[in-house]
């Protein structure tokens, strides 16, 4: 097996430290608990992660107390959608105070939009003469932020979908009879409030931006810039060699920090992206350069 793939050993350090900074929890869609991908992220070898769930830090705290008890360096993070006009357009933060007031207000109306969405999901569904139990969802899904990959389980459970793959292709995925928009806060809005809880703002995965030319991404960085961001993510599962490389080289005509993760939510042949995971790797002298980053923190 060559040594990029995932063969599922332990330690694949090669001597040196790697670092994972785009991991998902079960506080939003991930499968494993906080406490329980830190354990597995110090397995395989990293020698620091950041949870960035998506709209919630309900997994903050499992997580930072799992890996100080497992030596792991831990960074608190989240994932935040922004509107955009095509594509999707990811911020991801790191080092946030989880306490801060404005982003604890952004999350609450983020927290109401997705309710109001996921309400107007399962009504649709319903149209559709597919009927799931929202509260049910809810529940099951536990503290943190519920998404259209839990309503997916649901339509798994009744029978009416195969899998994850099947319930967004043919319900729940962007154009499909279920998909209902969700009113999003504007990039600008995010990296301020980001900045204001004390932390550094990275663009995840600009391969998803549906830019159509470097020129469009080059105008979209600007304006980002502008209003504070500090980090693109230049390694994610999703981008091509040449997209790396290009990212890369827009990092160092920007001046950003570059941020790399595997985007990890579960193990599985679709959303495995691999511990530490896998074939995207980041070497931990780019936590040095996202740290630099901190803002003040204006409480
Ligand atoms: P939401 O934030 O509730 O709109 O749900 C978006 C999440 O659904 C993403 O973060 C993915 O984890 C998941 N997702 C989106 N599209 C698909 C797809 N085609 N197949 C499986 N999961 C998907
Ligand atoms: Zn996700
Ligand atoms: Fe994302
Ligand atoms: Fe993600």
């Given at each position: 097996m060559p040594p990029n793939q995932d063969d599922g050993r332990e330690d694949r350090t090669d001597g040196r430290r790697w670092i994972d900074l785009h991991l998902h929890s079960t506080a939003s869609d991930g499968a494993f608990a906080p406490a329980k991908l830190m354990q597995l992220a110090r397995q395989r070898g990293l020698s620091a992660a950041a949870l960035t769930d998506h709209d919630t830090v309900a997994g903050l705290p499992e997580a930072a107390e799992a890996a100080e008890q497992c030596g792991l360096e831990f960074v608190p993070g989240i994932e935040l959608a922004a509107e955009h006009a095509r594509g999707t357009l990811h911020i991801l933060a790191y080092f946030i105070d989880p306490q801060s007031a404005g982003l604890s207000r952004m999350l609450e109306s983020i927290v109401r939009e997705r309710e109001l969405r996921n309400r107007r999901i399962v009504e649709r569904l319903g149209e559709l003469g597919i009927t799931v139990d929202y509260n049910e969802i809810a529940e099951r899904s536990g503290s943190g932020s519920i998404g259209r990959p839990h309503i997916a389980g649901a339509l798994i459970r009744a029978g009416a979908a195969r899998d994850m793959h099947d319930a967004f292709a043919r319900y729940l995925g962007d154009d499909q009879p279920a998909c209902v928009e969700r009113a999003l806060p504007s990039a600008e809005t995010i990296i301020a409030t980001i900045r204001d809880a004390g932390g550094a703002a990275s663009l995840a995965h600009p391969s998803q931006l549906g830019c159509e030319s470097s020129l469009e991404l080059e105008t979209l960085l600007r304006r980002l810039i502008d209003a504070g961001l500090d980090a693109l993510e230049v390694r994610h599962p999703d981008h091509t060699a040449r997209q790396t490389e290009s990212f890369e080289s827009l990092t160092r005509r920007f001046d950003l920090a570059k941020t790399g993760g595997?985007?990890?939510?579960?193990?599985?042949?679709?959303?495995?992206?691999?511990?530490?995971?896998?074939?995207v790797r980041v070497p931990y002298d780019w936590l040095k350069e996202i740290r630099a980053r901190r803002h003040e923190n204006r409480g």
């Amino acid at each position: 097996m060559p040594p990029n793939q995932d063969d599922g050993r332990e330690d694949r350090t090669d001597g040196r430290r790697w670092i994972d900074l785009h991991l998902h929890s079960t506080a939003s869609d991930g499968a494993f608990a906080p406490a329980k991908l830190m354990q597995l992220a110090r397995q395989r070898g990293l020698s620091a992660a950041a949870l960035t769930d998506h709209d919630t830090v309900a997994g903050l705290p499992e997580a930072a107390e799992a890996a100080e008890q497992c030596g792991l360096e831990f960074v608190p993070g989240i994932e935040l959608a922004a509107e955009h006009a095509r594509g999707t357009l990811h911020i991801l933060a790191y080092f946030i105070d989880p306490q801060s007031a404005g982003l604890s207000r952004m999350l609450e109306s983020i927290v109401r939009e997705r309710e109001l969405r996921n309400r107007r999901i399962v009504e649709r569904l319903g149209e559709l003469g597919i009927t799931v139990d929202y509260n049910e969802i809810a529940e099951r899904s536990g503290s943190g932020s519920i998404g259209r990959p839990h309503i997916a389980g649901a339509l798994i459970r009744a029978g009416a979908a195969r899998d994850m793959h099947d319930a967004f292709a043919r319900y729940l995925g962007d154009d499909q009879p279920a998909c209902v928009e969700r009113a999003l806060p504007s990039a600008e809005t995010i990296i301020a409030t980001i900045r204001d809880a004390g932390g550094a703002a990275s663009l995840a995965h600009p391969s998803q931006l549906g830019c159509e030319s470097s020129l469009e991404l080059e105008t979209l960085l600007r304006r980002l810039i502008d209003a504070g961001l500090d980090a693109l993510e230049v390694r994610h599962p999703d981008h091509t060699a040449r997209q790396t490389e290009s990212f890369e080289s827009l990092t160092r005509r920007f001046d950003l920090a570059k941020t790399g993760g595997s985007d990890f939510h579960a193990l599985g042949p679709r959303h495995f992206r691999g511990v530490g995971f896998g074939r995207v790797r980041v070497p931990y002298d780019w936590l040095k350069e996202i740290r630099a980053r901190r803002h003040e923190n204006r409480g």
